[in-house]
Nanobody
């Protein structure tokens, strides 16, 4: 399984970016897919997650500003980020989780850097 993240870049505070995570196979095979982020010197934290059924969950810090979505036909998960703040600056990673016989299998893409600065 390969996950390819893209869409990061430099944006001014208040701006928007859309991250994409393209999987090498069907994303329907995963129980959940999500986005994490890691700022310099900090741990990697969950940003948003979406289930195979389409239910979503968000970190409190991004609720109302970020939206996670999926396009099953394109095997791609998106993270629309609006009203970006300097504290959103981080490397963003996409992930996928498959649960088989109660065992978790996690897959990670390479990170994409998001920098929010004026």
């Amino acid at each position: 399984v390969q996950l390819q993240a893209s869409g990061g870049g430099l944006v001014q505070p208040g701006g928007s970016l859309r991250l994409s995570c393209a999987a090498s196979g069907s994303i329907l095979s995963f129980n959940t897919m999500g986005w994490y982020r890691q700022a310099p010197g900090k741990q990697r934290d969950l940003v948003a997650v979406i289930s195979s059924g389409g239910s979503t969950d968000y970190a409190d810090s991004v609720k109302g500003r970020f939206t996670i979505s999926r396009d099953n036909a394109k095997n791609t998960v998106y993270l629309q980020m609006n009203s970006l703040r300097p504290e959103d600056t981080a490397v963003y990673y996409c992930s996928a989780r498959r649960v088989v016989l109660s065992k978790r299998y996690d897959y990670w893409g390479q990170g994409t850097l998001v920098t929010v600065s004026s």
